[in-house]
């Protein structure tokens, strides 16, 4: 099962039993970012979307595929 971005922190953070603000002050990030996260917007800084997901033990990155 694929998930976004998205819908991964939401899950997460409903799991953990968090509210949005409790998890803006735990990963150092604005209320609003974590409402844009969670509604899919397209256009986040990566930087702070891995301070969000640093609090599940996850990150977004670059996978080098190789070619054979």
Do not use: C, Y
């Amino acid at each position: 099962m694929n998930l976004s971005i998205a819908d991964f922190v939401k899950q997460k953070r409903k799991r953990l039993k968090i509210t949005q603000p409790e998890l803006a002050e735990r990963a150092g990030v604005g209320l609003r970012f974590v409402r844009e996260l969670e509604q899919g917007k397209p256009t986040l800084r990566l930087d702070k979307v891995n301070q969000v997901l640093a609090l599940f033990g996850s990150e977004v990155g670059v996978i080098d595929k190789i070619e054979i």
